[in-house]
């Protein structure tokens, strides 16, 4: 089992922030990512669908020889995480628990204010998480449609984007409020934005480190760690346009991704296990 890939997935970009915390922590693990950017934004989809396609996409990493499976995307987490650790026999990491934990240690007030998509914020899943974890953490979650497709499209530097993160959040910040969880994985690449507006008291946390530690302490405990010392490959795979996602992907991470390729839906074009061992 040490020597399969970590399968990563989120609805497209977004989980690229979560992807790169595992590189720079992992950095001799290969990884397979998927951003399923035809069916974006998943924050606007019903619980039922994300089930539908989270269990196809963990079909696919698992065939490819996926070891683990990290559920890079909040929305997906909140609607499949359950699920998915039903069904497969992989271990499951999802996004909710580690940013939840990363803002317990960071609140001196114990006020934190998590921003999502409008399915997270629905789903409830904070809330009850934090009730769970007895994390003694006061949580609002407030969601904020518009944020994503600023990351998708390729705008989360304009004006535009400082403006539509303002008309969000300004109302929503009380004094008390000291940290401000980015309860998407997208998110964080819009942090410039959002740190004008939240102000340099709010302190911004996003899941990535935390869930990238809690990949590597449960590989450690079930001794997968891979013993290779050589560096981890990367394979990514998109059902939107490769080109596109691999452009906006290297603006976002600062290196050219590599090895980016289509998969479509349909299966007219790639075939996955052939995609993904290749
Ligand atoms: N990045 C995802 C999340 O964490 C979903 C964004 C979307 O497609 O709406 O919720």
Request: with cysteine; net charge negative.
């Amino acid at each position: 089992m040490q020597d399969g890939p970590i399968g990563v997935f989120d609805s497209g970009l977004g989980g690229l922030t979560v992807l790169q915390a595992l590189a720079d922590l992992l950095p001799h693990e290969d990884l397979v990512y998927f951003g399923d950017t035809a069916r974006y934004p998943y924050g606007d989809r019903s619980a039922a669908e994300l089930r539908a396609f989270s269990g196809q996409i963990a079909d696919l990493l698992v065939d490819a020889g996926a070891k683990m499976l990290v559920v890079a995307c909040n929305s997906a987490t909140a609607a499949a995480l359950d699920l998915l650790r039903e069904r497969l026999d992989v271990p499951v990491v999802g996004v909710v628990e580690p940013g939840l934990r990363a803002a317990a240690s960071a609140s001196r007030s114990r006020r934190t204010v998590v921003i999502g998509t409008r399915m997270t914020a629905a789903s409830r899943v904070y809330e009850r998480t934090a009730a769970r974890l007895d994390l003694h953490l006061d949580v609002e979650v407030l969601a904020c449609p518009g944020f994503v497709e600023l990351v998708e499209e390729g705008r989360t530097d304009t004006p535009e984007a400082v403006q539509v993160v303002r008309d969000r959040l300004a109302p929503l910040l009380t004094a008390r409020t000291d940290t401000l969880v980015l309860g998407c994985t997208h998110y964080p690449l819009l942090s410039r934005a959002i740190g004008e507006v939240v102000g340099r008291h709010v302190t911004l946390v996003s899941s990535a480190d935390e869930t990238a530690f809690e990949v590597r302490d449960l590989l450690e405990r079930m001794g997968w760690l891979t013993r290779r010392i050589r560096p981890g490959e990367r394979v990514f795979l998109t059902s939107g346009m490769p080109d596109r996602f691999a452009e906006l992907g290297e603006r976002f991470l600062g290196f050219a991704l590599g090895d980016v390729r289509g998969h479509a839906w349909d299966g007219a074009t790639v075939d996955d296990r052939d995609a993904l061992t290749a």
